[in-house]
């Protein structure tokens, strides 16, 4: 080791600004034992020593060699090679020099059971927050035992989730270090997580505080609901006490060299519904917590823990994801210009261009308003420029609304004399949260932050969250995002950027061509999920939507409806030729990404169905562990007939609500006279919307739904995951809501 560095320090010895040889897990426990915040004593395995290990063990360059023909997203590669560069650092022996340090600095700490934790020198700062990417020992106790821990920390820095994260954030996997904390374990009585601002609404004149009994793992986990305590962070007065019955906790396993080192254990029958702190005890914390943001002048997340009526803090880290907040009025107060349906929230201004229609979308431009009759799919170059959208016709569930809030921006529908009042080039308002137009530019006070989505986001649930999407351009931006896979990719926006009728292109020996396409725009989603899956709707234009296609006309009929017309498993089974063309794009996604899906849109009958399948596996896609093949449940005969279309060999199901809602109910989904009677609460709907799930789960079949319903109506969700629903598949901007809507109903099922 080079002069000047040190293999073992002690937390009074570093602070924050040791970061690169503590990492931030061991700075900030030094920094606040520096200054008297009652932390755990212990000691930091500094990421000089784990440097020195790599340097002189020669085990760096075998590492780089196995890196170096990793594709990060290719999640059984990633998953064998983290195999074997841990292994292969735990394969080699750590410098005997070190090993009796560390066992020396355990001995003089007084042995016992200790937490060994990992601390990666780029974690828990603002631009690459690496926490939880390695691994935690808790309850280790002996010399050799600790030494062991320390070893199988460093290998962690390899495990598949850290890898794939440097690989993204472009970090050096060799310039990212380690460092290990040894701590003094606490057997808590009861522990928890304190925000030192209100994390939903980013209130920072507010201190939340979650307890439960026993360790704080189990709030981790989401297993068990914690105590609710908000403190006013300047009088210290308790706002809220919310306690919650709490029937077992979690501690450490007394049999020594169990297999589990904690075990849940019941609560005696008195104290279940007793509060986890006293008042007095909530006020002390709540008091810590004012002290360490004062200290690091920034807000924190804290994990604390009680031991014998005296109360440690364990870690702290900043809350990184705070936006800025606007500072204007708390309501838009000016004259409302027009009203109509929201349909995309968010506040935007900009001059107003009028579109009669799609071949004039080229006179928008960056930063307009888009006021049309309606869009189509061949609106959407345009609708990627705009601030806002207002249409005259449709619902939440048109066109207009559905791509806006793929988008994120604001749009209001069903204005119905929007294109005859307003006029080009006039500065107007849209407030899409509350389905409302201003003349002019006009301002709104939004107190929003970023935190609230992504704490939302974060929250763990039994039923997956899926999200729907079209644009490749927003793959890898969604992705990031915490949702579970895509249960709704829509093939109808990638087909219009093609903007020919396959059958033109097949007329001009052009299959090739429009098979590449279409394989890109798949391609982008499939490669930004992986492994996550990619449920690919197979095309679902209808005939009206292929005439506005280059070539289109020659191909397609004028149908007076075609909403109940040629498409679907019908077009397929009929027009065989252009259906290959998909498959054979599919399956060139596959070939290297797994992770893609086929679900069949508006299938009529039960032998549409076996048809298609039928035509599917004999192009070579045949069900497998892992292609999966679904079908949209979105027409009533579905219903009546679940178990014969189960019967054929179907992986999973999802309701596409809007259309299945709008065939009950003999409703025009997009007609803003019946916007009110289209409602997916409807008896007739939930008796079909229950029949779909309980009939699939009986047959071992998943189910989903991908209409908006799930988060627009929380009342509508609890119904669907008390009945069994896999996974809610909804727009980008409705992850974290709905995560906290399933959260809620599974915690309630859970209470019965």
């Known amino acids: 080791m080079q002069q000047g560095q040190k293999a073992i320090v002690w937390f009074n010895e570093v602070g924050k600004k040791d970061v690169p040889t503590v990492g931030g897990k061991g700075a900030n426990l030094g920094e606040m034992t520096k200054a008297d915040i009652p932390v755990p004593q212990g000691f930091i395995v500094t990421a000089d020593a784990y440097f020195d290990f790599l340097k002189k063990s020669k085990v760096k360059d075998e590492i780089g060699n196995r890196l170096q023909p990793l594709d990060p997203n290719d999640s059984k590669q990633l998953q064998q090679i983290a195999a074997e560069v841990k292994q292969l650092i735990l394969d080699t022996a750590m410098p005997p020099e070190l090993a009796k340090e560390i066992e020396q600095a355990y001995t003089q700490m007084g042995g016992g059971l200790v937490a060994v934790r990992s601390s990666a020198t780029a974690e828990d700062l603002p631009e690459a927050s690496f926490a939880g990417q390695q691994r935690t020992f808790l309850n280790v106790q002996g010399e050799k035992e600790v030494v062991t821990a320390v070893h199988e920390c460093w290998a962690s820095l390899f495990e598949p989730r850290a890898i794939f994260y440097r690989h993204h954030q472009g970090f050096d996997h060799f310039t990212v270090g380690i460092a290990v904390p040894v701590q003094k374990m606490i057997q808590s009585q009861a522990s928890g997580v304190m925000f030192t601002l209100e994390p939903v609404t980013s209130d920072s004149d507010k201190i939340v505080i979650e307890a439960v009994f026993g360790l704080g793992e189990a709030i981790v986990s989401g297993e068990i609901t914690p105590d609710l305590y908000v ?31 904690n075990i849940w254990v019941p609560l005696p029958a008195p104290t279940q519904s007793q509060q986890k702190l006293t008042d007095s005890e909530i006020i002390k914390l709540a008091w810590l917590g004012k002290q360490i943001e004062d200290h690091y002048r920034f807000p924190q997340d804290i994990e604390w823990a009680k031991e014998n009526n005296k109360i440690y803090i364990l870690q702290t880290r900043p809350v990184t994801t705070i936006k800025e907040v606007a500072e204007a009025e708390p309501e838009i107060r000016a004259p409302v210009l027009l009203s109509g349906d929201k349909a995309s929230p968010g506040i935007a201004s900009g001059p107003v261009k009028i579109v009669p229609e799609a071949s004039q979308i080229d006179k928008v431009k960056t930063g307009d308003v888009l006021v049309a009759e309606m869009t189509t799919p061949d609106f959407v170059p345009a609708m990627k420029r705009v601030v806002a959208i207002v249409t005259n016709r449709g619902g939440r569930t048109a066109h207009a609304a559905i791509v806006s809030r793929e988008l994120g921006i604001p749009c209001v529908v069903g204005v119905e004399q929007a294109t005859t009042i307003l006029t080009n080039g006039q ?174 849109p508006f299938i009529r009958t039960v032998d549409e169905l076996a048809r298609t399948k039928q035509l599917v596996e004999s192009q070579g896609l045949k069900r497998s562990e892992d292609f999966k093949l679904w079908m949209m449940v979105e027409v009533p005969s579905n219903i009546f007939l679940m178990e014969k279309f189960l019967e054929l060999g179907i992986d999973g199901i999802s309701i596409g609500s809007n259309d299945l809602t709008q065939l009950i109910l003999g409703i025009d989904r997009d007609s803003e006279k019946l916007a009110e009677t289209f409602d997916e609460r409807n008896e007739a709907v939930l008796i079909a919307l229950e029949r779909a799930i309980k009939v699939s789960k009986s047959m071992g079949v998943t189910s989903s739904i991908c209409g908006q319903a799930p988060s627009v109506y929380p009342e509508l969700t609890e119904k669907l995951v008390e009945w069994g629903i896999t996974s809610v598949s909804v727009s980008p901007d409705m992850i974290g809501t709905t995560r906290e809507i399933i959260a809620k109903a599974e915690a309630r099922l859970e209470g019965r």
């Open 231 to 261: 403190v006013d962070k300047d009088s210290l007065k308790i706002i809220t006490r919310k306690t919650v019955n709490q029937e077992s906790q979690l501690i450490k396993n007394p049999t020594a060299g169990a297999k589990e080192t």
């Open 427 to 600: 500065v107007i308002t849209v407030d899409g949260s509350q389905g409302k137009i201003y003349d002019g530019k006009v301002t709104r006070r939004i107190k929003t932050t970023a935190v609230a989505d992504i704490l939302r986001e974060a929250i763990r649930t039994r039923t997956k969250v899926y999200v729907n999407l079209a644009q490749p351009e927003l793959a890898e931006t969604v992705a990031a995002r915490n949702v579970d896979g895509v249960g709704l990719l829509r093939a109808e926006f990638m087909i219009a950027q093609i903007g020919e009728h396959p059958q033109h292109m097949i007329s001009q020996k052009r299959q090739g061509e429009f098979v590449d396409k279409l394989y890109q725009g798949i391609n982008t989603f499939a490669k930004a999920f992986n492994p996550r899956p990619v449920v690919y709707r197979t095309n679902d234009f209808k005939t009206n939507e292929y005439r506005k296609l280059q070539g289109g006309e020659e191909y397609e009929a004028i149908e007076e409806n075609p909403m109940l017309g040629y498409r679907g498993a019908s077009r397929y089974i009929t027009d065989v030729e252009v259906f290959k063309l998909e498959i054979e794009a599919i399956k060139k996604v596959r070939q290297k990404y797994k992770n893609l899906w086929v679900m069949i």
